[in-house]
């Protein structure tokens, strides 16, 4: 599930990029639809997964939120629901009459510090007890280092995208 979570997550963001998307091609409109469509695929693995981890520590009989990993991905869920509520309130924003360039500078902001909370959960994860118990050795090193990689790649995008380019003087 975790794995589908970063995928999803990470392409969903990817959409929009001008230069490394498959889909840099098609309209803003088919873009969003996209990015709607991969981000309902992230909450429905990040539903799953907690479902499915809370259905073990109930049968383990083991304490539900006890760990930074657990808590920081609680919160990370929540704040992606915060993050759709966002995306519908631009999907609706002349009924709502608010600033469209506001709200979306707001929900992609908050969209890189969703991912950046996702990205520090999985490190929490690759620090947990039973990953190491798994993976030893320069593999472990190699799956620290990789949810980095693409967090630097949206890092980089949202930055290019968002902050005013600076005028060029001839």
């Not at 979570?5 to 840099?24: K, R």
């Not at 657990?70 to 990370?76: E, V, W």
Request: hydrophobic share 50%.
């Amino acid at each position: 599930m975790s794995i589908a979570f970063c995928l999803c997550l990470t392409e969903a963001i990817l959409i929009f990029s001008p230069d490394g998307s498959l889909f840099s091609s098609c309209s803003h409109r088919v873009k969003v639809r996209l990015h709607w469509t991969a981000q309902s695929l992230v909450i429905v693995a990040a539903t799953l997964g907690l479902a499915f981890i809370v259905s073990s520590k109930n049968r383990s009989e083991i304490l539900h939120f006890v760990s930074w990993h657990s808590c920081l991905g609680l919160l990370t869920l929540l704040a992606m629901c915060g993050q759709i509520l966002c995306g519908l309130c631009l999907q609706i924003s002349q009924l709502l009459k608010i600033s469209v360039a506001q709200l979306r500078l707001y929900h992609i902001m908050s969209g890189l510090l969703v991912y950046l909370l996702a990205t520090f959960t999985v490190v929490l994860g690759i620090y947990s007890d039973w990953f190491q118990a798994q993976i030893k050795g320069v593999a472990w090193y190699l799956c620290l280092g990789l949810p980095f990689c693409p967090a630097l790649v949206i890092i980089n995008q949202t930055i290019r995208t968002c902050l005013p380019k600076k005028r060029q003087h001839v």
